[in-house]
């Protein structure tokens, strides 16, 4: 079965760190970007931070730029997210995917039709 499996969401303070996961079974991730997605209460998916398949270029929003990195294992088969410096309006379910074309701007700025979704995790910042 293919499919892509979150974990480390949680509840955090303000300025605090978490780290997600994003484990793959039933294929590889080596040949898709990979990007990381948040949906807030009554608002829209967004693009967070994505990395190429290719040469680790990537591409984070200006709202989580110098606190969120994102990086991959290939051997794990796992893509991560460090999310440092915590803020509430961080506050939502984040998902990984996948894309096997698009680049990393493009996913994470226009969000296209992915191959792969996970189910999502949830992150609450709060005190």
């Known amino acids: 079965q293919l499919q892509l499996v979150e ?6 303070q303000p300025g605090g760190s978490l780290r997600l996961s994003c484990a793959a079974s ?7 970007a990979i990007g990381w997605f ?5 608002k829209e998916r967004e693009g ?6 290719s040469d ?38 984040y998902y990984c995917a996948t894309n096997p074309a698009a680049t990393v701007r493009a996913m994470c700025l226009w969000v296209p039709p992915m191959e792969h979704w996970g189910k999502g995790t949830l992150v609450t910042v709060s005190s």
Do not use: H, W
Not at 7 to 12: I, Q
Not at 48 to 53: L, P
Not at 65 to 73: A, E, V
């Open 56 to 93: 680790g270029s990537t591409y984070y929003a200006d709202s989580v730029k110098g606190r969120f990195t994102i990086s991959r294992d290939r051997a794990k088969n796992t893509v991560y997210l460090q999310m440092n410096s915590m803020k509430p309006e961080d506050t939502a379910v």
């Open 26 to 32: 039933g294929f590889t991730l080596d040949s898709y």
């Open 38 to 42: 948040r949906q807030a209460p009554g």
């Open 48 to 53: 967070v931070a994505c990395i190429s398949s």
């Open 7 to 12: 974990s480390g969401g949680g509840l955090v």
